[in-house]
């Protein structure tokens, strides 16, 4: 599924943001869902409270979130290691990342549409990251396309979009699980990562990937303060109910390495720290 021209070039020809957020969410090409995305945020940036009102929508009649045919998906288990050491290596490790990436343009649109009655800056925050999510997309790709591959080339997971789709009821479990969970286990990663490239000489990797962690940390600082909203809203204690919906959506258990200070400055209070590296993190 493409989106119109006048979805890109006319503000979707009358439809809402959250409308064309939908819609991005079931195109299946990468190109253009990354390109709808950019578009959506510097829409965002400017709109008016009307622009983003939140009265419920119907999903699209395709499946979400859209797909290319390729990269195949396969179970976390069969996806093979990935080795810096080799000109393949780096490239299966960046198209591992690439795919992270765009599974995380879907899941900031998914939230920008599924979810109803909300402020507008919420809508506005999610198609940021969006927008962001899309520019690391193409930085990824860019720099794949540069070392003879293109995304699609190699098998990849989809432990980002499951855990989005379990969490499509409710809002604060799937902001306790997938930007305070599986998204803020980026902000351990990528230094790690870094260096493995640095040590491989792969200096734009390390330059894109330094990018990806300083939004990054922007990304998930938003899932914090929106999580914290809808708690106080709710009645609910955040670390409390972060450790319910763990349990209840079988979120996978983070081990360390943790980069401490990136958390910090992503809006983890330290009671979350040091539940985080607790035996009951």
């Not at 998914?110 to 800056?121: K, N, Q």
């Not at 870094?194 to 040590?199: E, G, M, S, T």
């Not at 922007?218 to 914090?224: E, F, K, M, S, T």
């Amino acid at each position: 599924m493409a989106p119109p021209v006048t979805a890109l070039a006319a503000g979707g020809a009358g439809r809402s943001l959250r409308e064309q957020a939908r819609d991005a969410l079931a195109c299946d090409d990468p190109t253009l869902k990354a390109q709808w995305a950019l578009a959506l945020a510097d829409s965002a940036r400017c709109a008016t409270e009307a622009e983003l009102e939140g009265s419920p929508l119907e999903p699209p009649a395709a499946a979400l979130p859209g797909r290319p045919d390729r990269p195949r998906l396969v179970p976390v288990r069969d996806v093979p290691g990935r080795s810096t050491h080799t000109a393949e290596g780096r490239a299966a490790l960046l198209h591992a990342i690439a795919h992270i990436e765009f599974n995380a343009i879907n899941l900031a649109l998914d939230a920008a549409w599924r979810f109803p009655g909300l402020p507008a800056a919420f809508y506005r925050d999610w198609l940021k990251v969006a927008g962001e999510e899309a520019l690391h997309f193409g930085l990824l790709r860019e720099h794949l396309r540069s070392l003879g591959h293109d995304y699609g080339d190699f098998d990849a997971h989809d432990g980002l979009w499951t855990m989005t789709a379990r969490t499509a009821g409710d809002l604060a479990a799937r902001l306790a699980l997938v930007p305070r969970t599986l998204e803020a286990r980026g902000l351990d990663a990528t230094p790690p990562l870094q260096n493995k490239f640095a040590q491989a000489g792969d200096a734009r990797a390390v330059e894109i990937l330094a990018t990806i962690l300083a939004d990054e940390v922007g990304h998930v600082a938003i899932g914090n303060h929106w999580y914290r909203w809808v708690c106080q809203r709710d009645g609910l204690e955040p670390l409390a109910h972060t450790r319910e919906m763990a349990r209840l959506h079988a979120a996978p258990r983070l081990r360390p390495p943790f980069n401490l200070d990136a958390r910090r400055a992503a809006g983890f209070v330290d009671a979350e720290l040091a539940q985080l590296q607790s035996a009951e993190g």
